[in-house]
């Protein structure tokens, strides 16, 4: 059988990032990560006189035990340590390799962080100040509209769990009066539909109505549009004015991002008794094991139910 010639490091990676574009539906995030950590392993390996498809398992472990010395934290670690395996078992399938040298490493054994939640008084805190913001007619029109902005993102992400990055992205056509879902392009390009509840489409159509108020003429394909080079409000500024939003509110800076609202979202709806394949279907998780980081709130309102409900529950009786 006629050998392949062998491939650069840079080629073998491309190859196994157009696999997970073609293949997985990967993002462009997921591919810039699995790209860093990547050539970050060709680097280390091309110091030692090494390339991808020379190194042994005692080259990657030398690598891994790096990342270490470097300061990595855990999780960094275990996300450069799962792309390194994802590589060589795909060279491994495609034959650019005859053996899988990564296979046999062992990682950081790591517990799960459990997600940082805001209480409900803490979300109808933000609620309620960002409400009075951008119901204040005092101040300068502007200052008014991205005030009703950032209500209306608020009022979006606790109504429906979206990732920011689905958050900021969202169509104009997703602020149709009938609307009564909005359909979500995920990760991977996977759709789902997400419920609107009254509050969120009423601040829609108030942030839609003072924007056209403006003196700019604001014609965009979404529903939160800037100036800048992608066309839409991005991630960073929504992370920052909800941070100053937050210290008005007296919640601390660490405490407070979108993605946190995302949890609240998914911790409130649990404690008020929702299924979680339910709560999976709405936040976009392709494995219930994604979901299952908030079992915790689970096990509370499970106490919570026997110590209310039990018949003989801190009654201070004796069975006979």
Known sequence: MTRRPRASDEALVELFLDMLA????????????????????????????????????????????????????????????SAVRQ???????????????????????????????????DVEKLLKKAQANSENARQPLARRLRAARLFCLLEVVYATGLRVSELVTLPASAARRDQRMLVVRGKGGKERLVPLNAKAKHAMSEYLELQASTERDIKSKWLFPSFGAQGHLTRQHFARELKALGQACGIRSDRLSPHVLRHAFASHLLHNGADLRVVQTLLGHSDISTTQIYTHVLEERLKTLVRDLHPLAETGQKRT
């Open 22 to 81: 073609a293949e997985r539906g990967a993002g462009a995030n997921t591919l810039a990560a699995y790209r860093n950590d990547l050539e970050d392993m060709s680097a280390h390996l091309r110091a030692s006189g090494r390339s991808i498809t020379s190194a042994t398992t005692d080259d990657l472990r030398d690598f891994i035990a790096s990342l270490s010395d470097r300061g990595f934290k855990a999780s960094s670690l275990a996300r450069r340590l």
């Open 87 to 121: 590589l060589y078992r795909f060279l491994y399938a495609e034959e650019r390799r005859s053996d899988d040298p990564a296979a046999v490493l062992e990682g950081p054994k790591r517990a799960r962080p459990l997600p940082k939640v805001l209480s409900i008084g």
